[in-house]
């Protein structure tokens, strides 16, 4: 697995010298940042799949200092992100706006459309739950994604281990 993401992953000259990420540049020097262990793509895997499920433009944008900040692998965070894109967007986005409602207690739209006008004539009632639902999507997801690497990387130990 190791080996496929660092085969996969864009190189750190490359992202350093981003015009959009030039910002970040002097950051961009520390090695755990680029560095392939069990810590580094575990908290990759939890700031990615958070930023992931927030509905903002340009999640990559936020994704990338909070790896900074947590000494996560850049290049996986922002990867991961792209989970959320325009195909899925819609489906997960409905996933997330029903599930906010189901915590709320809100009934959902009987009406709904998934499209866009539809859901900006909407929006002052169903902006809540979606909200809602986001947040808990991200926080979920990003629980499940440091802590199943973590198990990940542990099980591989123990096999390796009882393997001599």
Same mark, same amino acid.
């Given at each position: 697995?190791?080996?496929?993401l660092?085969?996969?992953?864009?190189?750190?000259? $490359?992202?350093?010298?981003?015009?959009?990420?030039?910002? !970040?540049?002097?950051?961009?020097? $520390?090695? #755990? !940042? %680029?560095?392939?262990? /069990?810590?580094?793509?575990?908290?990759?895997?939890?700031?990615?799949?958070?930023?992931?499920?927030?509905?903002?433009?340009?999640q990559?944008l936020?994704?990338?200092?909070?790896?900074? +900040?947590?000494?996560?692998?850049?290049?996986?965070?922002?990867?991961?992100?792209?989970?959320?894109?325009?195909?899925?967007?819609?489906? &997960? @986005?409905?996933?997330?706006?029903?599930?906010?409602?189901?915590?709320?207690?809100?009934?959902?739209?009987?009406?709904?459309?998934?499209?866009?006008?539809?859901?900006?004539?909407?929006? $002052?009632? +169903? %902006?809540?739950?979606? !909200?809602?639902?986001?947040?808990?999507? #991200?926080?979920?997801?990003?629980? +499940?994604?440091?802590?199943?690497?973590?198990? &990940?990387?542990? @099980?591989? &130990?123990? /096999?390796?281990?009882?393997?001599?």
């Amino acid at each position: 697995m190791k080996k496929l993401l660092k085969h996969y992953s864009p190189k750190p000259s $490359d992202l350093k010298n981003h015009k959009h990420l030039g910002w !970040l540049s002097k950051h961009l020097h $520390d090695v #755990s !940042l %680029w560095n392939f262990n /069990r810590k580094s793509i575990s908290k990759a895997f939890a700031v990615g799949l958070f930023f992931a499920f927030i509905p903002v433009p340009f999640q990559m944008l936020l994704a990338a200092p909070a790896a900074v +900040i947590f000494a996560a692998n850049l290049p996986l965070s922002i990867a991961l992100v792209w989970i959320t894109n325009p195909i899925t967007m819609p489906p &997960i @986005y409905y996933g997330c706006y029903k599930l906010g409602a189901w915590i709320l207690g809100v009934q959902i739209e009987s009406d709904f459309v998934m499209s866009l006008e539809y859901v900006w004539q909407v929006f $002052d009632t +169903i %902006w809540q739950p979606f !909200l809602l639902g986001c947040l808990t999507v #991200s926080v979920v997801t990003s629980f +499940i994604g440091y802590f199943g690497v973590q198990l &990940i990387y542990r @099980y591989r &130990i123990y /096999r390796r281990m009882n393997k001599l």
